[in-house]
T-cell receptor, first 109, second 114 residues
Framework: TQLLEQSPQFLSIQEGENLTVYCNSS?????LQWYRQEPGEGPVLLVT?????EVKKLKRLTFQFGDARKDSSLHITAAQTGDTGLYLC?????????FGKGTHLIIQP | EAQVTQNPRYLITVTGKKLTVTCSQN?????MSWYRQDPGLGLRQIYY???????DKGDVPEGYKVSRKEKRNFPLILESPSPNQTSLYFC?????????????FGPGTRLTVT
């Protein structure tokens, strides 16, 4: 079983601060997806990265896939209270996705 | 509207009483999957299906059964539920291959087994 380690597990910061969430594995993945989940709902896709070294930006969110396709990071600039939620990374394989345990992010006003 | 629906959304049952959680998608996706989500353990795959009549075990299949008789439906069956199956369950679907496409998740089913 391929494993994905996410860090930190919990993060609470003030509005306006920057933050980075990490997703690491010893396995190579064909793709890496990031999802955001709100309480009482299913996860919703934020981005998919497929090429080693790839960087994608989604407004204030920047996603990077490691050169060796084993790790990824999510950087949020000037966090807002609306960014609060559970962030999940998921590695893509032939049978589907392997999910990390998630990072619980709380942005305080 | 493209969506994955699950029923029921909430279920409280007793040990040993067979139950089925239904999952249906209207996007003509080949791939469907069931996950359970537990605090501290994250999302773990139970079973998946690449197409009609093709199902395979995920990481935590013990105590569960699935079937894929039609493309749109992928029910999860608990023949004899036990308290350790108390969890939040999600069904998801996508085109093939799943690694290349967004997984569309249902709203979740919160199951409590007493």
């Amino acid at each position: 079983t391929q494993l994905l380690e996410q860090s930190p597990q919990f993060l609470s910061i003030q509005e306006g601060e920057n933050l980075t969430v990490y997703c690491n594995s010893s396995s190579v993945f064909s793709s890496l997806q990031w999802y955001r989940q709100e309480p009482g709902e299913g996860p919703v896709l934020l981005v998919t990265v497929v090429t080693g070294g790839e960087v994608k930006k989604l407004k204030r969110l920047t996603f990077q896939f490691g050169d060796a396709r084993k790790d990824s990071s999510l950087h949020i600039t000037a966090a807002q209270t609306g960014d609060t939620g559970l962030y999940l990374c998921a590695g893509g394989g032939a049978d589907g996705l392997t999910f990390g345990k998630g990072t619980h992010l709380i942005i305080q006003p | 509207e493209a969506q994955v629906t699950q029923n029921p959304r909430y279920l409280i049952t007793v040990t040993g009483k067979k139950l089925t959680v239904t999952c249906s998608q209207n996007m003509n996706h080949e791939y469907m999957s069931w996950y359970r989500q537990d605090p501290g353990l994250g999302l773990r795959q139970i079973y998946y299906s690449m197409n009609v009549e093709v199902t395979d075990k995920g990481d935590v299949p013990e105590g569960y059964k699935v079937s894929r008789k039609e493309k749109r439906n992928f029910p999860l069956i608990l023949e004899s539920p036990s308290p350790n199956q108390t969890s939040l369950y999600f069904c998801a679907s996508s085109p093939l291959p799943p690694a290349s496409y967004e997984q569309y998740f249902g709203p979740g089913t919160r199951l409590t087994v007493t």
